[in-house]
């Protein structure tokens, strides 16, 4: 679990990543999960990345500066690399969906 | 756990929901959830939904075919109750990004 982001005012975008794992014990997911992440902030026009799992099925989102800086991101070695596995083994299906943020409102407890 | 959601082609539009909850048992959160999901089902242009949550952390995608669509579902008299139940007893914080989905692709194991 990561998250939730701390995004600036927008417009700026995110990428959806909504999965069906087939969750094999140590497959190396969760490492490379984790390695993906630390990965993403170092690219330029990271904004943010939230990322939830619950039997089976995670959501991510991650988000960036333009469209440019998301088409940089998926063509990184590591990333592409992690891409294939997971074709290969790690998910069942997975649908990816790259939108334009154009509103956005917060409520906190402690902000109120 | 709800989703994957089936989508047509872009462009549409996602509301993403990321909240920490305060998770107290009997709270009356996971039936209001439910109800939730049964009701924007039945709203004008929505398109699919999607919910996840883990360790307090929730992240709930909805799609929906247009702006007035989402300003519609907003304004429905159980959902409005539901969010303000939501500010003073579920949520610890909230955030809520309107954004237009401009392209998107999936994969899957047996479409393959």
Redesign the interface.
Same mark, same amino acid.
């Given at each position: 679990?990561i998250?939730?982001?701390q995004?600036p005012a927008?417009p700026y975008f995110?990428v959806?990543f909504?999965?069906?794992r087939n969750e094999q014990p140590g497959d190396g997911f969760d490492e490379t999960d984790t390695q993906l992440f630390e990965l993403a902030q170092q690219q330029p026009g990271y904004l943010g990345y939230?990322s939830?799992? %619950?039997?089976g099925?995670?959501?991510t989102?991650s988000y960036w500066e333009s %469209?440019a800086a998301i088409s940089a991101w998926k063509a990184v070695a590591d990333h592409r690399a992690a891409q294939e596995q997971? *074709?290969a083994s790690w998910?069942?299906?997975?649908?990816?969906?790259?939108?334009?943020? %154009? *509103?956005?409102?917060?409520?906190?407890?402690d902000?109120s």
């Open positions: 679990m998250g939730p982001a995004t927008p995110a959806i909504t999965s069906i939230e939830v799992g %619950e039997a099925v995670g959501i989102v %469209e997971g *074709r998910f069942d299906a997975y649908d990816v969906r790259v939108a334009r943020v %154009e *509103r956005a409102y917060s409520f906190g407890r902000a």
